[in-house]
């Protein structure tokens, strides 16, 4: 049986920003993942089948025109001018729904790597983010396309829209606590926000994204360099600008408040907003005592991550 799997992601800095063409960092968040698994199909009927757990819903390709999940397998089979397979795939997720996270596009990512897989022409990093891409953009209309590749290359990327991906190196290991407000957020609705107030005070919206650009680029030169004492403040400018922007909230206030107090350098919003998760910057011997103050602040789950390693 073909079994493969896509992690979930989490932008480090300049997220919405980067919707508007300035750079962002993002990195895979390995702990989370999606998965997808295929069997021979033997009761479902000729043809594809997806079961995507999570949604309680099983979708037969021949039957499904308005599915995110039946559009990737489409781009999959035209991109390898292959015949529809007599399969099911199996699809499930560890990555919270609508969090910010990228569960959307992991689930697309882990769907099209195991049904390339199973067409025996696995697809590489640049061909799964393109039509990872796509499906991004039948749910959300604008996506800078900054979740699609980090979840495909799985590697920490510097990212600026229309430009190929840098993949960068982290100097040190980094790492964070993911605390998630449980509270959903759609990402397209976010983005709708902040651009409908774009659309009112250009100059403003403008200048924070110039303003955030600057943060983004010390903070890779940061990050290479392993600095990591001096990536707290710049996480806090960032949250800063996200907050003048509309997209923090009361319950991401408190959990980086929160997480500040207990100990941690530097923390903010990771994606959408509005609701979602924060990121804090943890040592190992702050971690534990950041995690209680999360989940006294409200956090519905924590997890720890380390990016940068090996
Ligand atoms: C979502 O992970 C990041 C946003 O900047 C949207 C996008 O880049 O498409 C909010």
Redesign the pocket.
């Known amino acids: 049986m073909i079994s493969t799997s896509a992690p979930g ?1 989490i ?1 480090l800095f300049g ?2 920003a ?2 508007y063409n300035r750079p ?1 960092l993002a990195a895979p968040l390995s702990g989370l993942r999606a998965t997808a698994s295929i069997e021979e199909a033997t009761t479902t009927g000729a043809g594809l089948t997806i079961r995507a757990v999570d949604l309680d819903t099983t979708i037969r390709l021949q039957e499904s025109a308005e599915h995110g999940l039946a559009l990737m397998a489409r781009l999959v089979l035209d991109r390898l001018g292959a015949a529809e397979p007599t399969i099911t795939v199996t699809v499930e997720s560890a990555i919270p729904i609508a969090g ?1 996270l ?1 569960s959307g596009a992991a689930v697309s990512a882990a769907l099209g790597k195991a049904l390339s897989a199973h067409l025996g022409a696995p697809l590489d990093a640049p061909a799964l983010s393109e039509l990872v891409y796509e499906v ?1 953009r039948f749910y ?1 209309g ?6 699609n590749t980090v979840i495909s290359y799985e590697k920490p990327v510097y990212f600026v829209r229309g430009r190929p991906p840098e993949v960068f190196s982290l100097g040190m290991p980094v790492q964070l606590l993911v605390a998630d407000t449980g509270i959903p957020s759609p ?1 397209h609705e ?2 709708g926000g902040v651009r409908a107030r774009w659309q009112h005070e250009r100059d403003r919206y403008e200048a924070l994204f110039d303003r955030i650009a600057g943060i983004v680029d010390t903070a890779r030169t940061v990050l290479e360099a392993g600095a990591v004492g001096q990536l707290g403040p710049l996480m806090t400018a960032n949250q800063h600008e996200l907050e003048a922007m509309g997209v923090s909230s009361p319950a991401i206030g408190r959990l980086v408040t929160a997480a500040r107090s207990a100990g941690s350098l530097g923390a903010k919003l990771s ?3 509005v609701g979602g998760n924060v990121i804090a910057l943890v040592t190992a011997e702050s971690a534990d005592q950041v995690r209680a103050g999360l989940l006294a602040a409200g956090a519905v789950a924590v997890y720890q991550t380390t990016i940068g390693e090996g």
């Open positions: 992601k932008i997220e919405h980067v919707v962002a910010g990228g991004e959300h604008t996506p800078s396309g900054i979740d990402t976010a983005v994606g959408g907003g």
